[in-house]
C-alpha cells in the first residue's frame, strides 16, 4: 500500500526538515521519496532532503518551485513575478507519488501558511489524503498550539493524524508535563517524543541512537 505522510507544524523553525530528513534515512531501505515543493528563502530545506535521499530524485524534483525572499512562498513568488498554483503541485507531487512505495512532502511554515495562490499545506495535504505529521517544539505553550493546528483539521485527517515533539535544547517548566497533557486531548494518540540532537549531527548519525530509530519506525509504521 502507498503510503504519503506531510510534515507539518505549529510554526517555522519547528523542525520540519529535521524530521523529514531522518524520517528519508530511516526508511531508505523502504522505496522513499521526501519533497519539498515550495521553498521561499532559498533552497537549503529541499539540499537536505537531496542528501538525505542519496540520489533517488534531483533537487528539481524534489523542489520545483524556490523563491528568494525570505517570506510566505506566496509573497516571495509575486516578487519575481510568479505564481504556484494548487494543481501544479498536485501534479508534479502525484507525478513523483506514483514511483515510490513512500512519499515524504515537507509544507512550509505552519498549516495555514500560504504556499502558493491558491492553497496551503492543509488544502494540499487533503487534495494528497495524506497522513498529517505536526511537529511542534516541546515548551511552554505546545499544548495549545498543537491543540489549535489540530483544530484546523478536518476531522477525518484529525483522526490519522500523529503529533511530534522536538525536544529543545534546554527543556523548560512544561517539557516533561507537555506529552501526558496533550494526551489528556488526544487519548487515542500516541505522542512521539524526539530527542535533542547534538551541535552540526547529521541523519545518518542521528539514526545510530536506538530511541530515534524506534519512535521514527512507530511514527511511519514501519515493521522492522
Ligand atoms: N531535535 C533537534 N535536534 C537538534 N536540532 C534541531 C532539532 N529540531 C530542530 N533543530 C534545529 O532547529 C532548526 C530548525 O529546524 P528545521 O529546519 O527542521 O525547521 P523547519 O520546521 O523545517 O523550518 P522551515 O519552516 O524553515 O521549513 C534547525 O537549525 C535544526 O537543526
Ligand atoms: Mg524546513
Known sequence: VKRTFFITGTDTGVGKTVLTALLTRFLRKKNVAALKPVCSGGRDDARVLFVAL?????????????????????????????????????????????????????????????????????????????????????????????????????????????????????????????PLLLAEFFPAKPIFLLPWLEKDFSARRALKNVRVRKVLAALADFKV
Open 54 to 178: 542519496e540520489g533517488n530524485l534531483s533537487l528539481d524534483e524534489i523542489n520545483p518551485w524556490h523563491f528568494r525572499a525570505p517570506i510566505a512562498p506566496t509573497l516571495a513568488a509575486r516578487r519575481e513575478s510568479k505564481t504556484v498554483k494548487l494543481a501544479q503541485a498536485l501534479k508534479s507531487i502525484r507525478a513523483v507519488q506514483s514511483q515510490f512505495e513512500i512519499t515524504l512532502v515537507e509544507g512550509a511554515g505552519g498549516l495555514l501558511s500560504p504556499l502558493g495562490e491558491d492553497f496551503d499545506s492543509r488544502n494540499l495535504l487533503q487534495a494528497l489524503d495524506a497522513v498529517p505529521v505536526i511537529v511542534c517544539p516541546n515548551r511552554l505553550g505546545a499544548v495549545n498550539q498543537v491543540r489549535l493546528v489540530m483544530a484546523a483539521l478536518p476531522e477525518k485527517f484529525q483522526k490519522k493524524a500523529r503529533i511530534v515533539l522536538m525536544s529543545p535544547q534546554k527543556s523548560d517548566t512544561a517539557t516533561k508535563t507537555n
